[in-house]
């Protein structure tokens, strides 16, 4: 079992930058695919994944080449780099972990998640 919990996010201008990190309990979080969603005001979409050594990314398509996932699983830590922050970006964003490989989009696959943490963009 895998414990998260998400910190970094707060109140930032349109175009600045945060890093929100992720931090897992457990022994075996190098065995996870790690995923960032966000929750808009209707879905919680996927953001970012990343493969359980880190070779393999994914962003999706309205953060790609803004945001950058990467892991650090000596420390047990996943997190998402957030540049060039636009006002659409506010939203709770939330880590979670899912079992096996290869890239995972639908939430429905992640089985652990963190309480998330409020990004808002102003403009």
């Known amino acids: 079992q895998v414990q998260l919990a998400e910190s970094g996010g707060g109140l930032v201008q349109a175009g600045g930058s945060l890093r929100l990190s992720c931090a897992a309990s457990?022994?075996?979080?190098?065995?996870?695919?790690m995923g960032w969603f966000r929750q808009g005001p209707v879905e919680r979409e996927f953001v970012a994944g990343i493969?359980?050594?880190?070779?393999?990314?994914y962003c999706a398509d309205s953060v790609k080449g803004r945001f950058t996932i990467s892991r650090d699983n000596a420390k047990n830590t996943v997190y998402l780099q957030m540049n060039s922050l636009k006002p659409e970006d506010t939203a709770v964003y939330y880590c979670?972990?899912?079992?096996?490989?290869?890239?995972?989009?639908?939430?429905?696959?992640?089985?652990?998640w963190g309480q998330g943490t409020q990004v808002t963009v102003s403009s």
């Open positions: 457990g022994r075996t979080f190098n065995r996870y695919y």
């Open positions: 979670a972990a899912a079992y096996g490989s290869g890239l995972k989009r639908d939430l429905r696959e992640y089985y652990y």
């Open positions: 493969s359980w050594s880190g070779d393999n990314t």
